[in-house]
């Protein structure tokens, strides 16, 4: 157990809809990263957050946002969704904000599907 | 742009036996070069990481990896493999230059029979 969660584990929708993911870092972490791992984009880095602040974006679609609360917990919002959104979605955490320079710590995951 | 690339989709190997995962990064410097395992169902582990100094590095399950700049390889290896080892085995890369973003391999994964 890396001590970050997610929530929800599973996540069944169908197209044009919106869901939100929920991340709650380690305790005394400061940084939230979000991941997505399909089967043909492998593992992709989506956006980093530091204390509140985004930090670095990566591959993260128009239609996908992301947010770090005062409590530290993040929510990543996915709306208009299309079938290939279908993805397992990783939160992970760090104490620093120096992403790769950092230990990252990686939840279970949340696995979506479209349909 | 770094990028990371893993020749091997899938590996088999008998329990007790070693094992060598390749990975091959591209980027203009030494980055930060790491290897994490996912077990199915499961998040991603670090098993060990690599930022300078001594070329081989110690992790952990008994993992080690060698960084060979002229190769720009950071192969991972265990000498005995047990059949908890089972598992999809990602090497990343990571630069200040690009923001410390976290690159990933298309991962390998390893099947251990009996």
């Known amino acids: 157990d890396s001590g970050v969660t997610q929530t929800p584990k599973h996540l069944i929708t169908a197209t044009g809809q919106r869901v939100t993911l929920r991340c709650s870092p380690r305790s005394g972490d400061l940084s939230v990263y979000w991941y997505q791992q399909s089967l043909d984009q492998g593992l992709q880095f989506l956006i980093h957050y530091y204390n509140g602040e985004e930090r670095a974006k990566g591959n993260i679609l128009e239609r996908f946002s992301a947010q770090q609360f005062p409590d530290l917990h993040s929510e990543l919002n996915l709306s208009s969704l299309e079938l290939g959104d279908s993805a397992l979605y990783f939160c992970a955490s760090s104490v620093g904000g120096q992403g790769a320079g950092d230990t990252q710590y990686f939840g279970p995951g949340t696995r979506l599907t479209v349909l | 742009a770094q990028s990371v690339t893993q020749p091997d989709i899938h590996i088999t190997v008998s329990e007790g036996a070693s094992l060598e995962l390749r990975c091959n990064y591209s980027?203009?410097?030494?980055?930060?070069l790491f290897w994490y395992v996912q077990s199915p169902g499961q998040g991603l582990q670090l098993l060990l990481k690599y930022f300078s100094g001594d070329t081989l590095v110690q992790g952990i399950k008994g993992f080690e990896a060698e960084f060979k700049r002229s190769q720009s390889s950071f192969n991972l290896r265990k000498p005995s493999v047990h059949w908890s080892d089972a598992a999809e085995y990602f090497c990343a890369v990571g630069a200040p230059s690009n923001d410390y973003k976290l690159s990933f391999g298309a991962g390998t994964t390893v099947t251990v029979r009996a």
């Open positions: 980027y203009g410097a030494t980055p930060y």
